[in-house]
């Protein structure tokens, strides 16, 4: 029940704009708090985590190993190593959120009704995504070595989680002059419409066809057989459709609001950042395709689009838009982003983190 109030608080903050600050801070910190005080029984992916670290695993990226490795050396048990772990990141996150703005209340919202109650779960994916959010804060000032400082952040955190090996796309894309983005986002948004019908249409011949070329020359074993569970599950084209949703509602938002920034060099330069974010957030969905395990780019690349937003409606002349229709339907957008988002992780791609979410939230306490 604490966190609903603390949610709820956070809401109430971002609209009147009363200490976003420390409301966010207090939200974000609060969520470090439960991921440290999950346990086996109720969280999925806990014993995995726990094993790795107690009998010195090195399954995981060489940069979580060496964490471990120093939280052995310093005598932690694996349950203060996570709590330590989810600090560190929450306060990451919140440095990089305010490098960028300082409406972090509006933020921690919808980190909190979207992200957080898979990344209680892959804590890796959490702290890589924090480091990653530091790293591209520091793009607000366009020169080689605020470029090199985000390119080593980004490589520091693939050796947490691989995944963000893909955020040097976005990196190398926010070179890219505004007016040339806007062009290539519609011609991504046309292109991904046009596939989304053909996929549709010839559903079973495209199936058909990729497990054929998979089968041939893919890496992954299981990749043919993770096109035909995407498509054929009962819940596959519904997936998909709530993938396609959260990435065009992103795409289309952030490449109208764009229009409006090129008077503001802080929302350009932040702009040239979020667009390629989006995109890539468009490019998961076809890639879902092949594996429902893309889903966690189009996650990680939605919370660009709350701080982008948190920034346009929070900070400077934008704060007026939270009193209007504009802003009201801006944020409306952003509800519906972050409610499938929820539903893709919690419940479509990943249902075992069903079962998880009662406890991950505190509404049912383990008394085992």
């Not at 005080?37 to 995995?48: E, F, G, M, R």
Request: charged share 10%; glycine share 6%.
């Amino acid at each position: 029940m604490t966190f609903i109030v603390i949610v709820i608080e956070n809401f109430l903050s971002s609209v009147t704009r009363l200490l976003p600050r420390v409301s966010g801070a207090i939200l974000l910190f609060f969520t470090a708090f439960l991921v440290g005080t999950s346990d086996a029984v109720t969280n999925p992916d806990y014993a995995l985590y726990m094993n790795s670290y107690e009998y010195k695993w090195t399954n995981f990226e060489s940069g979580y190993t060496f964490l471990c490795s120093i939280g052995r050396s310093l005598g932690l048990n694996y349950a203060a190593f996570r709590m330590i772990i989810a600090m560190i990141s929450m306060a990451i996150l919140i440095w990089g959120v305010l490098r960028i703005t300082n409406n972090l209340s509006f933020v921690a919202f919808f980190y909190a009704i979207s992200l957080f109650t898979i990344d209680a779960i892959q804590v890796r994916n959490s702290l890589m995504l924090s480091i990653v959010v530091l790293a591209f804060s520091f793009l607000n000032v366009r020169n080689w070595q605020h470029y090199l400082t985000t390119g080593i952040l980004i490589f520091l955190a693939s050796t947490i989680h691989s995944l963000a090996l893909a955020f040097f796309i976005p990196l190398l894309l926010s070179i890219i002059k505004l007016k040339v983005q806007r062009v290539i986002g519609l011609a991504m948004v046309v292109f991904s419409l046009i596939m989304m019908i053909i996929g549709n249409i010839f559903q079973a011949q495209l199936v058909g066809g990729l497990q054929f070329i998979l089968n041939i020359f893919g890496s992954r074993s299981d990749a043919g057989k993770n096109v035909a569970a995407v498509y054929t599950n009962s819940g596959g084209g519904i997936v998909l459709f709530a993938a396609f949703l959260v990435a065009i509602i992103s795409v289309i938002l952030v490449l109208y609001l764009s229009l409006d920034v090129e008077s503001n060099v802080k929302m350009e330069r932040l702009t040239q950042i979020v667009i390629p974010m989006v995109l890539l957030g468009l490019v998961a969905v076809m890639m879902m395709e092949i594996s429902s395990d893309y889903v966690r780019l189009l996650r990680n690349t939605s919370i660009f689009v709350f701080i982008y937003f948190a920034a346009f409606l929070g900070d400077g002349q934008q704060l007026p838009l939270w009193l209007n229709k504009r802003g009201i339907f801006f944020s409306s957008c952003l509800v519906i982003v972050a409610a499938f988002t929820f539903y893709l992780q919690n419940y479509a791609v990943y249902p075992a983190a069903t079962d998880a979410l009662p406890y991950t939230i505190q509404l049912r306490v383990n008394n085992e």
